[in-house]
């Protein structure tokens, strides 16, 4: 079954900070890796695609990575404008699902000043 | 540019009651997706959209249909609405059909309460 997981659940970071959040997946045959931020009450914003292992993206102070089995979101020096949910998914290229995003839980980032 | 628009932002229903919540992909956009997030199950797929014609269903019951019109605008529909729908409705849209894998852009989402 394809399915992502995401952690922490939760993370809180000092301003300036650094850390990383993780996306593991079990997909059948990735098409594609997306990554998302939302904030509270509002529709998730597009960051990133990655399409194969050793693929790297960044803008800002975000860089997101991947691997056969897991994606990482590297945040440097954080801001407390940083602060969202920052969700994962991927796009199977095989499979009942296929085409769709199946998403993770989400990782809530809070940047205290 | 405009970005994905999604009416009403908010509604309330009551259970048994009918919804139809609408969206606009971006300009040019040809594929549109549904998606449910609640705070429970994070965000599930709907349905998919590409040129007048559902590609993809995800697994809701019967109750959840939609529709695209061939200006690529897309409508849903909820019947028999039950206090579990309760939820944010996500609509998204991309240049291509999504399962090529192209970038895939979310509106604000209509939410929706039933009591």
């Known amino acids: 079954e394809d399915q992502v997981t995401q952690s922490p659940e939760a993370l809180r970071l000092q301003e300036g900070e650094s850390s990383s959040l993780n996306c593991s997946y079990t997909?059948?045959?990735?098409?594609?890796l997306f990554w998302y931020r939302q904030d509270p009450g509002k529709g998730p914003e597009f960051l990133f695609t990655?399409?194969?292992a050793g693929e790297e993206k960044e803008k800002e102070r975000l860089k997101a990575t991947l691997t056969k089995k897991e994606s990482f979101l590297h945040i440097t020096a954080p801001k407390p404008e940083d602060s969202a949910t920052y969700l994962c998914a991927v796009q199977a290229a095989y499979g009942g699902s296929q085409g769709n995003l199946i998403f993770g839980k989400g990782t809530k980032l809070s940047v205290k000043p | 540019k405009a970005g994905v628009t999604q009416t009403p932002r908010y509604l309330i229903k009551t259970r048994g009651q009918q919804v139809t919540l609408s969206c606009s992909p971006i300009s040019g956009h040809r594929s549109v997706s549904w998606y449910q997030q609640t705070p429970g199950q994070g965000l599930q797929f709907l349905f998919e959209?590409?040129?007048?014609?559902?590609?993809n269903k995800g697994n809701f019951p019967g109750r959840f249909s939609g529709r695209q019109f061939s200006n690529s605008r897309s409508e849903m529909n909820v019947s028999t609405l039950e206090l579990g729908d309760s939820a944010l409705y996500l609509c998204?849209?991309?240049?291509?059909?999504?399962?090529?894998?192209?970038?895939?852009?979310f509106g604000e989402g209509s939410w929706l309460t039933v009591v």
């Open positions: 997909v059948s045959g990735l098409r594609g």
């Open positions: 990655l399409y194969s």
């Open positions: 998204a849209s991309s240049s291509r059909d999504i399962s090529s894998g192209n970038t895939i852009y």
């Open positions: 959209y590409f040129s007048e014609t559902q590609r």
